[in-house]
T-cell receptor
């Protein structure tokens, strides 16, 4: 069975500094991986997805993630945090072509002014 | 473009009552999904549907019933609500392209409190 571990439950950064949200996955075959963001009292929005093409994936709002098979990681980064990035972020691995999504527990990102 | 909507957005009910949460999408997506979100668990799949009249269980289906008579609607029913079903429920949908990993699009959620 596939699983996802988000290594930090909370991350705090200052505005303008880099963001790193860490995610490790477990999969018995070539996975599809996603990052979703959830702003307070909102639904989930897709940031980016990896589906076995380029290992460096660019998403919306300046976010990127790199798929590293040897490390079974899919960390999310952004060069410069903005106040509007404060939200909860979910790393997700997919089974069955996107039918069964397995979510990590989430990382809450706080951005300080 | 309405996208995917859920109703009600907030619901308070009592233990033992039947509750139905509605989900409606305007994209004609083949697949629809129900998740629940609880602290420390991320989202967990309850049920999903590949098309009208086709449904399948997810990770946590016990205590829930679904139906899909029309492509655009996917109601979730708690037949006899329990306190452990207090949660935030999200509906999602995606196109049904065979062999391609398609993105799931999520609704705004329904907050359910069972007293």
């Amino acid at each position: 069975a596939q699983s996802v571990t988000q290594l930090d439950s909370h991350v705090s950064v200052s505005e303008g500094t880099p963001v790193l949200l860490r995610c490790n996955y477990s999969s018995s075959y070539s996975p599809s991986l996603f990052w979703y963001v959830q702003h307070p009292n909102k639904g989930l929005q897709l940031l980016l997805k990896y589906t076995s093409a380029a290992t460096l994936v660019k998403g919306i709002n300046g976010f990127e993630a790199e798929f590293k098979k040897s490390e079974t990681s899919f960390h999310l980064t952004k060069p410069s945090a903005h106040m509007s990035d404060a939200a909860e972020y979910f790393c997700v691995v997919s089974e069955e072509y996107g039918n069964k999504l397995v979510f990590g527990a989430g990382t809450i990102l706080r951005v300080k002014s | 473009d309405a996208g995917i909507t859920q109703s009600p957005r907030y619901k308070i009910t009592e233990t033992g009552r039947q509750v139905t949460l509605m989900c409606h999408q305007t994209w004609s997506h083949s697949y629809m999904f129900w998740y629940r979100q609880d602290l420390g668990h991320g989202l967990r799949l309850i049920y999903y549907s590949a098309a009208a009249d086709i449904t399948d269980k997810g990770e946590v289906p016990d205590g829930y019933v679904v139906s899909r008579s029309k492509t655009e609607n996917f109601p979730l029913t708690l037949e006899s609500a329990t306190r452990s079903q207090t949660s935030v429920y999200f509906c999602a949908s995606r196109v049904g392209t065979s062999g391609i990993v398609e993105t799931q699009y999520f609704g705004p959620g329904t907050r359910l409190l069972v007293l």
